[in-house]
């Protein structure tokens, strides 16, 4: 069976970024604006879920897209998962 042929290979995917103790709220919005192309009030929007929820869905797509996402998440230092949307 292709990778095609799965149905969880059509499934979307997320990249979570969680809150931690080490990372300023302002470095984390730049982060967004930066490797997003977000603009500011959707990077702080999505900083202060980080912040207050303890993680937030930074991107959505396909799974090599959102491993690369999270990978570049981890270059800037700051704690990121990825997994099918579903998962909650």
């Known amino acids: 069976m292709a990778v095609l042929d799965r149905p969880?290979?059509?499934a979307p995917w997320v990249c979570l970024v969680w809150n931690d103790p080490v990372n300023l709220m302002s470095y984390v919005t730049w982060v967004f604006q930066t490797h997003f192309h977000y603009p500011r009030a959707r990077a702080e929007k999505l900083m202060m879920d980080v912040h207050s929820l303890g993680r937030a869905v930074v991107s959505t797509g396909t799974r090599e897209k959102v491993?690369?996402?999270?990978?570049a998440m981890h270059g800037y230092g700051l704690w990121a998962t990825f997994q099918h949307a579903d998962q909650g």
């Not at 491993?67 to 990978?71: F, G, K, L, V, W």
């Open 67 to 71: 491993e690369a996402d999270t990978e």
């Open 8 to 10: 969880e290979a059509d």
